[in-house]
């Protein structure tokens, strides 16, 4: 099944710097990509996603990018701020061939940290 | 507010219990995916359905079931329980069955003591 590495655990930035985190994938076949923001005690927030066809996608400060060939996808947040602070996971799912579903493939997630 | 919907919110229970997890899908969404989120064992995908049928499994255990309703709400059942099954348990929707934004309800805290 898919595979879903994620990287680093935990990341602190300056407030205003920027943050990238960082997931490769093992299915060829997976071609659907969302990011997900959960901040404690509450679940998990769909901040963007991106599609196979696609290399890369922005949203006002965040922007997410896609390698095919070397099956990995970023997250970039710029101009970072205090509420950022969260836990990112990455996520994968191949949307089987055939008509098929499939469920999302989480990474471990990322601890943002944002230092004012 | 997602517009998903989980009761209850927490549920504390016993080692050899049965429990039912209950979800309603934000209208519109046809697709229903259980998820569980653990210390160990991250955020997992449990079962989908897709308007009143199973579409797919992941990592859910014989004694975890689940079905949708003709009215789109969907149940989680978790029998037998063991002190491992305590954790998260998220519910998620979508308008189709695959490739779609998957938008989650605040999730049932499930402690077994």
């Known amino acids: 099944g898919e595979n879903v590495e994620q990287h680093p655990s935990t990341l602190s930035v300056q407030e205003g710097d920027s943050a990238v985190i960082k997931c490769t994938y093992s299915d060829s076949a997976s071609n659907y990509f969302p990011w997900y923001k959960q901040e404690l005690g509450k679940r998990p927030q769909l901040i963007i996603d991106?599609?196979?066809?696609?290399g890369e996608k922005k949203d006002q400060r965040i922007a997410v990018t896609l390698n095919k060939t070397a099956k990995h996808f970023s997250l970039h947040i710029t101009e970072t701020q205090p509420e950022d602070s969260a836990v990112y996971f990455c996520a994968a799912s191949r949307g089987a061939s055939g008509g098929g579903a499939d469920g999302l493939t989480f990474g471990k997630g990322t601890h943002l940290i944002i230092q004012p | 507010d997602s517009g998903v919907t989980q009761t209850p919110k927490h549920l504390i229970t016993a080692t050899g219990q049965r429990v039912t997890l209950r979800c309603s899908p934000r209208?519109?969404?046809?697709?229903v995916y259980w998820y569980q989120q653990s210390l160990d064992q991250g955020l997992q995908f449990l079962i989908q359905?897709?308007?009143?049928?199973?579409?797919a499994k992941g990592n859910i255990l014989e004694r975890f079931s689940a079905q949708q309703f003709p009215d789109l709400h969907s149940e989680l059942n978790l029998s037998s329980l063991e002190l491992g099954d305590s954790a998260l348990y998220f519910c998620?929707?979508?308008?189709?069955?695959?490739?779609?934004?998957?938008?989650f309800g605040d999730g049932t805290r499930l402690s077994i003591l």
């Open positions: 209208s519109g969404d046809l697709s």
């Open positions: 998620a929707s979508s308008v189709g069955q695959r490739n779609q934004p998957q938008h």
């Open positions: 991106i599609r196979s066809n696609v």
């Open positions: 359905y897709y308007n009143g049928e199973e579409r």
